[in-house]
């Protein structure tokens, strides 16, 4: 399984980014997958995450700016990033939940995308 992450690169204070993440098996082997960042000298956190039925959820600090989408023809996610704020600098990796070989619940990584808000 890989996990394609795109779309991030240098925009200004309250301008806008779609990050994409591709699979290169059906997504519909997935349960919850989501969108993560790690700011600078910081961990790395939850954006967004959205479930297969779909519903989703965000993390406070991105409400109403970020929107997460989930294509399950197309193998993809995406995260539409509104009224960007410095803030959100960080690199963007998704993730999905899924079972490996041997049918352990395991977790599959992108390589991450960075995203640069100047102000």
């Known amino acids: 399984v890989q996990l394609q992450a795109s779309g991030g690169g240098l925009v200004q204070a309250g301008g806008s980014l779609r990050l994409t993440c591709a699979a290169d098996?059906?997504?519909?082997?997935?349960?919850?997958m989501g969108w993560y960042r790690r700011p600078p000298g910081k961990q790395r956190e939850l954006v967004a995450r959205?479930?297969?039925?779909?519903?989703?959820d965000y993390a406070d600090a991105v409400k109403a700016r970020f929107t997460i989408s989930r294509d399950n023809v197309e193998n993809t996610i995406s995260l539409q990033m509104n009224s960007l704020k410095p803030e959100d600098t960080a690199v963007y990796y998704c993730?999905?939940?899924?079972?490996?070989?041997?049918?352990?619940?395991?977790?599959?990584w992108g390589q991450g995308t960075q995203v640069t808000v100047s102000s």
């Open positions: 959205i479930t297969p039925i779909p519903t989703t």
């Open positions: 098996v059906t997504i519909d082997i997935f349960g919850d």
């Open positions: 993730g999905a939940r899924g079972v490996d070989d041997v049918g352990a619940t395991t977790d599959f």
